[in-house]
């Protein structure tokens, strides 16, 4: 009798010990898939940055197809292993998607692409379940990334730029503060947006008494605006930026939901941008102001704020 029951009890054993076997396999395969999935999204989305920034200012709206961001991202995964085989992934499993709302979780669906949602399978050969009818077992996963703007910035320089002029992708050169009202001078925290208080925020363009460093923004923070004309010390002090050599033009600016005639009092910050300042012009000029473009630009931070083309690649989930 006792060598009965060892005799059942070894077999239900070593049927436990294979199944154990498999599962084991299984798991360490299914994170061998999901490391595939995240970097297969992750190198889609970076292919689509890329395009972007050799693009010119509508990159992501002309020029970064689904086939550049499908093509890069098979081939990073083909650099990794699955079970002991080369990993493989499907144009058909890469999804290309539009831009990714934190608030929501949704992803817009049209162009311009700032996302991909990648998601590789795996069939794996069972050694003992398929004793018991299980031949194999079928393993996928999932994993997106996207583009997504700044959740919290510290800007340099007190210009502030409305949303609307990013409607169709980076507004190309334009002069700020802009006649439409769209545009102006900020002092971010302080009462007003006044020449002085300005001033003492440009130290890098030769700011003026005891310059001050400025805050850091985050997504949502009111902050203040003021349409006026560029007054002579302000142009003084852009120009002195644009004369060094190398010229210091590129900056970091808020982006505000304000816009159409109401940019002389508060807007709150909705992300921020990346802008190259070209000639300004002269005080007599009946135009006067600063002639200006935004770049894409990959830039390191929280995420949260709205694509401008300042953006940071992450996983989404």
């Known amino acids: 009798m006792v060598l009965v029951t060892l005799a059942l009890s070894m077999t239900a054993l070593f049927a436990l010990l294979a199944v154990a076997i498999d599962v084991g396999r299984l798991a360490h395969t299914a994170n061998e898939v999901q490391t595939v999935a995240d970097i297969a ?8 940055a890329d395009v972007a920034a050799t693009a010119g200012p509508d990159g992501l709206l002309q020029s970064a197809t689904k086939s550049s961001a499908q093509t890069q991202a098979q081939t ?8 002991g085989a080369g990993a493989t992934i499907d144009a058909s499993q890469i999804e290309v998607l539009g831009q990714y709302n934190p608030q929501t979780g949704a992803f817009s669906g049209a162009p311009p692409y700032y996302s991909v949602r990648a998601t590789p399978n795996a ?10 009818g299980y031949q194999s077992s079928t393993v996928t996963k999932t994993a997106t990334a ?12 007190p210009l502030a730029l409305g949303q609307c002029h990013f409607q169709n992708g980076l507004p190309p050169l334009i002069r700020m503060p802009s006649g439409t009202d769209n545009s102006g001078w900020t002092s971010f925290f302080d009462n007003s947006a006044s020449t002085n208080s300005m001033r003492d925020l440009m130290p890098e363009c030769g700011g003026g008494r005891g310059s001050q460093t400025i ?18 010390p302000l142009q003084s002090m852009v120009e002195k930026c644009l004369n060094q050599n190398p ?11 304000t816009c159409d005639g109401n940019f002389n009092g508060t807007g709150k910050v909705t992300g921020f941008a990346t802008i190259i300042i070209e000639p300004v012009a002269t ?21 949260g704020g709205g694509a401008f083309g300042t953006y940071t690649v992450r996983l989404l989930g």
Do not use: Y
Request: hydrophobic residues 45%; without cysteine.
């Open 41 to 48: 999204a992750t190198a889609g989305a970076k292919a689509l």
């Open 215 to 232: 805050p850091e923004i985050s997504v949502g923070d009111p902050i203040n605006l003021n349409n006026g004309s560029i007054t002579n």
């Open 247 to 257: 010229p210091v033009n590129e900056f970091l600016v808020p982006i505000v939901d």
């Open 123 to 132: 069939i794996v050969q069972n050694l003992f379940a398929g004793m018991f």
């Open 76 to 83: 990073v995964a083909r650099e990794n292993r699955v079970d």
């Open 283 to 303: 005080w007599d000029d009946p135009k006067k102001g600063m002639d200006l473009h935004a770049i894409f630009k990959a830039v390191s931070g929280p995420a």
């Open 146 to 157: 996207g583009l997504l703007g700044l959740g919290k910035a510290q800007p340099t320089l």
